[in-house]
T-cell receptor
Framework: DTEVTQTPKHLVMGMTNKKSLKCEQH?????MYWYKQKAKKPPELMFV???????INESVPSRFSPECPNSSLLNLHLHALQPEDSALYLC?????????????FGPGTRLTVT | GQSLEQPSEVTAVEGAIVQINCTYQ??????LSWYQQHDGGAPTFLSY????GLEETGRFSSFLSRSDSYGYLLLQELQMKDSASYFC??????????FGPGTRLSVLP
């Protein structure tokens, strides 16, 4: 199984809402990532979890809060977002150490903030 | 900081060979990856180079010159389904990744 799943596929939320994005993989990967991608732009790294610990936070605003409940799951909690946060949010996973370069991406959650 | 450059667009015909270049500036360089992304889809891993030289995977090959901070993706026997965006991505200091701006490849019949 080389699949990364993400839910929901689409999400529309107001600026005062709280919502969560979910990501799951069953490849035994110990590194998981959140990326943000705007239209016609490259993915931008937001967070990296390695062995369930947050290892990289690319200066992401606190209205985005990641969580890694176990080695297969990754959540992104959203609160008080701004319209400019509307984007495709991609989850990815990879092996650790020497195999961390090959990332498997999920289909993404397309988020619209109104 | 890290920066990468790629051509914004490349056009070629079916059956042709196309090369997409990538230059980068980064510290703590580990390797250079290539990803394909179709419109509305997720990025898909194509190739990775940590050492200088050519890596071949079917119709796709990737090259790296660490001394020149340069790499390229070579696509042979182009097919219509290869029309997509192609991103180079630098892996630095372990699990940090930064993607290039992307090259949109159009394959014409």
């Amino acid at each position: 199984d080389t699949e990364v799943t993400q839910t929901p596929k689409h999400l529309v939320m107001g600026m005062t809402n709280k919502k969560s994005l979910k990501c799951e993989q069953h490849m035994g990967h110990r590194a998981m990532y959140w990326y943000k991608q705007k239209a016609k732009k490259p993915p931008e790294l937001m967070f990296v979890y390695s062995y369930e610990k947050l290892s990289i936070n690319e200066s992401v605003p606190s209205r985005f809060s990641p969580e890694c409940p176990n080695s297969s799951l990754l959540n992104l909690h959203l609160h008080a977002l701004q319209p400019e946060d509307s984007a495709l949010y991609l989850c990815a996973s990879s092996g650790s150490g020497g195999s961390s370069y090959e990332q498997y991406f999920g289909p993404g959650t397309r988020l619209t903030v109104t | 900081g890290q920066s990468l450059e790629q051509p914004s667009e490349v056009t070629a015909v079916e059956g042709a060979i196309v090369q997409i270049n990538c230059t980068y500036q980064t510290s703590g360089f580990y390797g250079l990856s290539w990803y394909q992304q179709h419109d509305g889809g997720a990025p898909t891993f194509l190739s990775y180079n940590a050492l200088d030289g050519l890596e071949e995977t079917g119709r796709f090959s990737s090259f790296l010159s660490r001394s020149d901070s340069y790499g390229y993706l070579l696509l042979q026997e182009l097919q219509m389904k290869d029309s997509a965006s192609y991103f180079c991505a630098v892996n630095y200091y372990g699990q940090n990744f930064v993607f290039g701006p992307g090259t949109r490849l159009s394959v014409l019949p």
